[in-house]
């Protein structure tokens, strides 16, 4: 069964520390893709990054970056220097499976940035 | 600029009084997608529509439809709304291609949902 595991319900740290944001995924699936949503207070789900199966770089985005490891079955996200702006709710999704446009989503991490 | 749009953000029904949801996406894609999502979960697929064909998620209850009559366009309704059905309906688009390319999902600002 397909599964994303966001096992940190809450972090909160200050503003200016970095900041690792678990995911652990399960899929039987060779081709999938993983997704990073941001949601801020105002609620709207904000796209940050899409990766598939057979890319395994690090990305890389300004103060973001991403560590996809396939053999942890991990897609970990990092803000560096956090900022107060970067408080959000953060999902990990993962592809449900071929031919389906649904998305398995983990059950999301709260960031708190405190000033 | 392109963008999902989701009208009313907020909406307030009686229980039991039909309500209607909306959304249009100037993406011009060809996905679109309902989600209800209840406070401090991950959102829910209810339904999508690949083009004109719909397909409904199996434990989508059957209080809940959608149409949609053209490209931009799509509707949710929910013909007897019950309190556990107050929550934030979240529209989004993709653009999709045969064989599952997966693309990203743009999503509306929400409406949320008050049942009295």
């Known amino acids: 069964a397909q599964k994303v595991t966001q096992a940190q319900t809450e972090i909160s740290v200050v503003e200016k520390e970095d900041v690792t944001l678990d995911c652990v995924y399960e899929?039987?699936?060779?081709?999938?893709?993983l997704f990073w949503y941001k949601q801020p207070p105002s609620g709207e789900l904000v796209f940050l990054i899409r990766?598939?199966?057979?890319d395994e770089q690090n990305e890389i985005s300004g103060r973001y970056s991403w560590n996809f490891q396939k053999s942890t079955s991990s897609f970990n996200f990092t803000i560096t220097a956090s900022q107060v702006v970067d408080s959000a709710v953060y999902f990990c999704?993962?592809?449900?499976?071929?031919?389906?446009?649904?998305?398995?989503w983990g059950a999301g991490t709260k960031l708190i940035i405190k000033p | 600029d392109a963008m999902v749009i989701q009208n009313p953000r907020y909406q307030v029904t009686q229980f039991g009084k039909p309500v209607t949801l909306s959304c249009s996406q100037t993406l011009n894609h060809n996905v679109m997608y309902w989600y209800q999502q209840k406070s401090s979960q991950a959102p829910k697929l209810l339904f999508h529509?690949?083009?004109?064909?719909?397909?409904n998620e199996a434990d989508t209850p059957d209080n809940f439809q959608s149409r949609r009559p053209n490209t931009s366009f799509c509707f949710l309704d929910i013909r007897s709304p019950g309190l556990g059905d107050a929550a934030m309906y979240l529209c989004a688009t993709s653009r999709e291609k045969a064989g599952a390319t997966y693309n990203e999902q743009f999503f509306g600002p929400g409406t949320r949902l008050t049942v009295l």
């Open positions: 999704a993962l592809s449900r499976g071929e031919s389906n446009y649904q998305l398995i």
């Open positions: 990766r598939n199966s057979f």
């Open positions: 899929t039987r699936d060779t081709t999938y893709y």
């Open positions: 529509y690949y083009d004109k064909d719909f397909n």
